[in-house]
């Protein structure tokens, strides 16, 4: 068998080459959504997945037992312990990427705006985000139920005894009822700076410092209502309809997170795919997600084709347990 000698000049640039690649290699961070956790078999393969193919190192950020305390803490405490968990990572210290899953864009965006002393963000992607908040039922059943289900939202959301207990009452926006929401949500209307007196440009001036920030909608969404919530798209006070595009909000046109800055940089992405909450093929994730994970140097990776994967969801539970239910589905989970 013949054996083959290299000089040693090109195994050293061979060896340099590749600690250039990991020296350059910037990791993310995926924040999971509500009722689920680092450990199932979604996330876990979601994380893996996206760290393979961008060839940079990925973490999941679990806050408290996971599943439980993402229904039952209030999102400005789950919010100060993913702060304290990112300034603890040493791998992040120069800077990170983050993914974040529908209650988990929520969670990411506090840590973007809030967490005083962390490394910074460079490149956010958002699949589902709740960033204008949700409105209405998914779910219900019948015309009755819904009916009956969204008067007890409309007269408990935004009592402190829910909003302390409930965390997605934090972002629970009624466009019929902004008096009380401005008032009585706790989250929400601090993350998207809407409060005039309470109103802080440090928030606007770390959120629009991000390199990138993708927003993904999925088009067959009937969990967030609306969908376009997604992409900062929400009702006009007042009113269910009609949908208002994010560049028609307040929010974009008075610019008080820094989204229109984002946006007329060409920074933000608006992405749309098909599926339901969280349902995204591997294609997507490859062509969507991806890109803004990987460095340069990285991007020569061969990336083989795997079988499409389903991510199903559910805040139906949060609904079920205000009437007096309960159910035990993780949001997150892969399908073969």
Not at 25 to 34: A, R, Y
Not at 114 to 138: E, M, Q, R, T, Y
Not at 143 to 161: K, M, P, R, T
Request: aromatic share 12%; glycine share 8%.
């Amino acid at each position: 068998m013949a054996s083959l000698s290299l000089p040693l000049s090109t195994i050293l640039i061979f060896i340099l080459c590749t600690l250039a690649l990991t020296a350059h290699s910037v990791p993310f961070i995926v924040l999971h959504g509500i009722g689920d956790k680092c450990s199932s078999k979604g996330v876990a393969t979601f994380t893996k997945l996206l760290s393979n193919w961008s060839g940079s190192q990925g973490y999941c950020v679990e806050i408290g037992d996971g599943g439980w305390d993402s229904w039952t803490m209030p999102l400005l405490e789950q919010t100060a312990i993913a702060c304290e968990k990112v300034k603890n990572i040493s791998e992040l210290s120069e800077g990170y990427n983050l993914v974040g899953l529908s209650q988990g864009t929520m969670i990411g965006r506090g840590v973007v705006e809030w967490c005083d002393g962390a490394p910074p963000v460079k490149n956010f992607i958002s699949l589902a985000g709740i960033h204008a908040g949700i409105a209405s039922i998914p779910f219900c059943g019948s015309e009755w139920f819904c009916a009956l289900v969204d008067l007890l939202i409309e007269l408990e959301v935004y009592s402190n005894y829910v909003q302390e207990h409930l965390a997605p009452s934090g972002y629970v926006k009624i466009p019929t009822d902004i008096s009380a929401y401005l008032k009585g949500c706790k989250f929400l209307p601090k993350l998207n700076n809407e409060i005039y007196a309470t109103r802080n440009s440090t928030y606007k001036e770390r959120f629009a410092s991000l390199q990138n920030l993708v927003l993904i909608m999925f088009e067959q969404d009937t969990v967030l209502v609306p969908k376009e919530t997604s992409w900062f798209g929400y009702y006009p006070d007042g009113a269910y309809d009609p949908i208002l595009p994010a560049q028609e909000t307040l929010l974009y046109t008075e610019d008080w997170i820094g989204l229109k800055i984002l946006d007329e940089a060409g920074k933000v992405k608006f992405i749309n795919v098909s599926g339901g909450h969280l349902e995204i093929s591997t294609d997507d994730m490859k062509t969507y997600i991806v890109p803004y994970l990987e460095d340069e140097t990285s991007r020569q990776m061969v990336i083989t084709k795997t079988s499409p994967f389903n991510w199903l969801s559910s805040i139906w539970h949060f609904f079920l347990e205000l009437v007096g239910f309960s159910e035990d589905q993780p949001l997150l989970r892969v399908v073969d």
